[in-house]
């Protein structure tokens, strides 16, 4: 290999060392704020799981009091939370208001009937309980990029590692060839030798 060819290898390994360890960088900077803000915006809701066992969770269907009870009782602090509060709790209880009814069916059948202050309030909460299940999943969503913007950066970081090693094996490689270089140089010649013994 030449020198011109060896140096051209070196510059582009340092360059990848260079975009990937800044690009790792800030993918883990990336994952950090998306996770720590969803933490800082969830806690300052102060929401709850209901305790395991209370008819707030027995009370639900099977599958939605299973998947509530792994949080029972904690704090929801997290996208994954967010993620079964919004679904299995309360949607379920979205769907028990009005029969399964959207927001936009309801407001509809409200607009059609003024005076019917049962629809109005049924608009009302699922208005409000919608509204938080889309925050909540909106949480879910960031929490989920804040996760996957981690792994990235944990690859990139392996991937910056394995360049670095790279080039640390060329380097030790040119460093060798040359000492190897240096000696053939200096080491007299068999015929110098049986010269300098006569």
Request: aromatic share 12%; no cysteine.
């Amino acid at each position: 290999m030449t020198s011109g060819i060896r140096w051209r290898i070196f510059v582009l390994q340092i360059g990848l060392i260079g975009i990937l360890g800044f690009v790792s960088g800030f993918a883990f900077w990336g994952s950090n704020f998306a996770t720590s803000t969803v933490h800082d915006q969830l806690a300052a809701q102060q929401i709850y799981f209901p305790a395991a066992g209370s008819p707030a969770i027995t009370s639900l269907p099977k599958a939605d009091a299973v998947a509530m009870t792994q949080y029972a009782g904690q704090e929801l602090l997290t996208g994954q939370q967010a993620k079964v509060y919004a679904n299995n709790f309360i949607n379920v209880h979205l769907d028990e208001i009005a029969g399964g009814k959207t927001y936009s069916q309801l407001s509809t059948a409200a607009q059609a009937a003024p005076t019917d202050t049962k629809l109005a309030g049924q608009v009302a909460t699922i208005f409000k309980g919608t509204t938080l299940r889309s925050m909540l999943l909106n949480a879910y969503g960031w929490g989920q990029i804040g996760q996957f913007a981690g792994y990235a950066a944990i690859g990139l970081a392996i991937a910056a590692f394995a360049v670095f090693g790279a080039f640390l094996f060329e380097i030790f490689s040119l460093t060798a060839s040359r000492k190897k270089e240096t000696n053939a140089r200096v080491a007299p010649s068999p015929a110098t030798k049986a010269r300098a013994v006569a």
